[in-house]
């Protein structure tokens, strides 16, 4: 095997746990927010039904103010109308009387409406109140969840990086560079191993050759597949380390 390729396995196995870390801890600030994002979104309709039950108060007044009005103006006719000398003037009260007590009826039904309507926003208020309360209450345990995870999240991360630190020093300067370039341009596997005569992550059949020449422990060279260019292995070649490798980077199969 060549020096330095049962290193650089590790390696990969460790980068490829790093990737899977770094994309948790990037998924954290989006689901912090999306828990504060539901709680602003009760508070929001909370302060719109409040806003509709101060609406609702303020148009009662108006009706109920707008009821005395009419209902004085039309007293205020009945007491002319006694003291009116002739039939025309009599009859010209008694209509604005009419007119007057029209305008009560109408001022008195937009109250009761209003009274009613006054009634559902206060009910609103009330559950939207409730389930604020209950919103925050999830929220603040769900951050804690959160912060809870993101810090074991971070935890692992930081060993990972001490394990890849200690796997990247067993690897040549010169193959370290060129996985480097490899996994840059290939999502971040440099390495395939060779599995069933074929390239695990593309699929490209393998030279027989090549195979032979990958299953040999004395062997000094590095081989490439002929498609996707990673460095190739053999996991029985390269031990226990390549199996785990193998499993974190799982064959597709599909790649061009």
């Known amino acids: 095997m060549a020096p330095g390729l049962k290193h650089l396995v590790q390696l990969q196995a460790v980068d490829l746990r790093l990737i899977a870390l770094r994309d948790r801890l990037s998924l954290f600030p989006a689901r912090i927010a999306e828990a504060s994002a539901r709680v602003e979104t009760i508070r929001g309709q909370l302060a719109a039904a409040r806003e509709a039950l101060v609406g609702s108060l ?6 109920e103010l707008d009821v005395e009005q009419w209902k004085e103006r039309a007293r205020k006719y009945k007491d ?3 003291e009116v000398k002739t039939n025309e003037a009599y009859r010209a009260l008694q209509h604005e009387i009419q007119n007057a007590q ?9 109250l009761l409406e209003r009274m009613v309507a006054g009634e559902e926003y206060e009910r609103q208020v ?3 109140e409730r389930a ?10 769900e951050r804690r969840e959160i912060a809870a995870d993101q810090a074991a999240t971070q935890e692992e991360l930081g060993a990972a990086e001490t394990e890849r630190a200690e796997a990247a020093a067993g690897v040549p300067e010169e193959l370290l560079e060129l996985y480097y370039r490899i996994a840059k341009r290939r999502n971040g596997i440099g390495l395939a191993e060779a599995r069933n005569q074929s390239c695990a992550q593309c699929g ?9 020449e990958l299953a040999r422990q004395e062997s000094q060279d590095i ?3 002929e498609a996707c260019t990673r460095i190739l292995y053999l996991p029985h070649a390269s031990g226990g380390a390549a199996s785990a490798a193998a499993g974190s980077a799982p064959a597709t199969g599909q790649e061009a």
């Open 58 to 63: 303020k148009d009662r007044k108006k009706y």
């Open 80 to 82: 002319q109308s006694y």
């Open 102 to 110: 029209a305008e009560v009826d109408k001022a008195e039904d937009r």
């Open 126 to 128: 009330k559950t939207a």
């Open 132 to 141: 604020l309360a209950e919103a925050e209450t999830a929220a603040g345990a």
């Open 204 to 212: 490209v059949m393998i030279r027989p050759h090549v195979i032979q």
């Open 223 to 225: 081989f490439h597949c």
